[in-house]
C-alpha cells in the first residue's frame, strides 16, 4: 500500500474546505494558493470527491466546492479509498481482483489479510475533524 499524493492532497482539501466553511462554495484558486497544489493537480482530484459523494461543487460566477457533511463525518478511510482508488497492501486482496492461483496454498496470505484489516480499522477510526485539531 503506497498512498500517494493524491491521496494525502486529498486529505488537505478536506481539512482546508473545513476550516474555511462558511456555507458558502469556495473557489478552486483559493484551496490551491492555500494548499500550494496547482490547479491542474487539484482539477484531477476534486472530481473524485465529487465522485465520492464528499464534496459538491457549481461552474461558474459565484460557484466553487463545498463539502457535503460535517468533518467529524468524513472518515480517513473512506477519503483515501475516494482518491486512490483502493489500499490493498497487495494486488490479490484489491477489491476487483480475481485472486490468485495459489491463494489456497498461499502461506503468506494470513499476514497480508491481517494487515490489511489492521491498516483499514485504524484509518476508519480517524476523521477530518480529528486532523483538524
Known amino acids: 500500500m503506497f498512498i500517494s499524493t493524491k491521496g494525502r492532497y486529498a486529505l488537505r482539501i478536506l481539512i482546508d474546505m473545513a476550516e ?6 469556495i473557489p478552486m ?3 490551491a494558493a492555500r494548499q500550494e497544489i496547482s490547479l491542474k ?3 484531477k482530484i476534486l472530481p473524485l ?3 465520492g459523494k464528499m464534496i459538491e461543487g457549481v461552474h461558474g460566477k459565484g460557484g466553487g466546492y463545498r463539502l457535503t457533511r460535517k468533518p467529524e463525518e468524513y472518515v480517513v478511510g473512506d477519503v483515501l479509498r475516494a482518491a486512490e482508488g483502493n489500499l490493498a497492501p497487495v494486488s490479490c486482496l484489491e477489491c476487483d481482483s480475481t485472486g490468485c492461483e495459489k491463494s489456497e496454498s498461499c502461506r503468506t496470505l494470513p499476514l497480508w489479510k491481517g494487515l490489511d484489516k489492521v491498516v483499514n480499522e485504524y484509518l ?3 476523521t477530518i475533524a480529528d486532523l483538524m485539531k
Do not use: P, W
Open 124 to 126: 476508519s477510526g480517524v
Open 49 to 51: 470527491l465529487v465522485e
Open 41 to 43: 493537480y487539484l482539477e
Open 20 to 25: 474555511n466553511d462558511n456555507g458558502q462554495y
Open 29 to 31: 484558486k483559493s484551496i
